[in-house]
T-cell receptor, first 114, second 112 residues
Framework: DGGITQSPKYLFRKEGQNVTLSCEQNLNHDAMYWYRQDPGQGLRLIYYSQIVNDFQKGDIAEGYSVSREKKESFPLTVTSAQKNPTAFYLC?????????????FGPGTRLTVL | AQSVTQLDSQVPVFEEAPVELRCNYSSSVSVYLFWYVQYPNQGLQLLLKYLSGSTLVKGINGFEAEFNKSQTSFHLRKPSVHISDTAEYFCALRGSASKIIFGSGTRLSIRP
């Protein structure tokens, strides 16, 4: 069954800690994306990667870091430098024609800072 | 610059009534338009997309949308809604870059 998964579903973090959110896909898609979702603000792009070992900053990259060592995996680290990390985080992937094709989304991770 | 505006943050409707969720966009280049649905605490799922050709696009779950270039709109419609349509709906566009720009979302609530 092809798809995109995220773990954990819920994550709690103390202030000052770094945490890593997992995103894995078996759709053989080249491009992967991380979004942050806050109520009433839609989705905002954090980072994206169009190919292994390469990634670009999105609109709100400050306080976040990513890696893309494997095609299937695109983990996101929320660092202590992120001032307001409590949010719903969505990972997506896209294959083939990146202009015409849609993005496929994972189920999301809800991060809460205590 | 490109942008997407969803004019209504919330739309309440009665079950079996028709619904229209409004989306306007701004772009100086050709665009590709999408509607996604998000059920509570889940990821987004594609409802439909407009790439070219017929301006009336049919999607899943009985939804359809009409691309209107002169009015720069891509409104989503359904003739008769069901309780299970309760969700948040996002309009999105892609221009020449690989990134997608999302609207702020419209929360559709269905009253029995």
């Amino acid at each position: 069954d092809g798809g995109i998964t995220q773990s954990p579903k819920y994550l709690f973090r103390k202030e000052g800690q770094n945490v890593t959110l997992s995103c894995e896909q078996n759709l053989n898609h080249d491009a992967m994306y991380w979004y942050r979702q806050d109520p009433g603000q839609g989705l905002r792009l954090i980072y994206y990667s169009q190919i292994v070992n390469d990634f670009q900053k999105g609109d709100i990259a400050e306080g976040y870091s990513v890696s893309r060592e494997k095609k299937e995996s695109f983990p996101l680290t929320v660092t202590s430098a992120q001032k307001n990390p409590t949010a719903f985080y969505l990972c997506a992937c896209q294959g083939g024609d990146r202009v015409h094709n849609e993005q496929f989304f994972g189920p999301g991770t809800r991060l809460t800072v205590l | 610059a490109q942008s997407v505006t969803q004019l209504d943050s919330q739309v309440p409707v009665f079950e079996e009534a028709p619904v229209e969720l409004r989306c306007n966009y701004s772009s100086s280049v050709s665009v590709y338009l999408f509607w996604y649905v998000q059920y509570p605490n889940q990821g987004l799922q594609l409802l439909l997309k407009y790439l070219s050709g017929s301006t009336l696009v049919k999607g899943i779950n009985g939804f359809e949308a009409e691309f209107n270039k002169s009015q720069t709109s891509f409104h989503l419609r359904k003739p008769s809604v069901h309780i299970s349509d309760t969700a948040e709906y996002f309009c999105a566009l892609r221009g020449s870059a690989s990134k997608i720009i999302f609207g702020s979302g419209t929360r559709l609530s269905i009253r029995p």
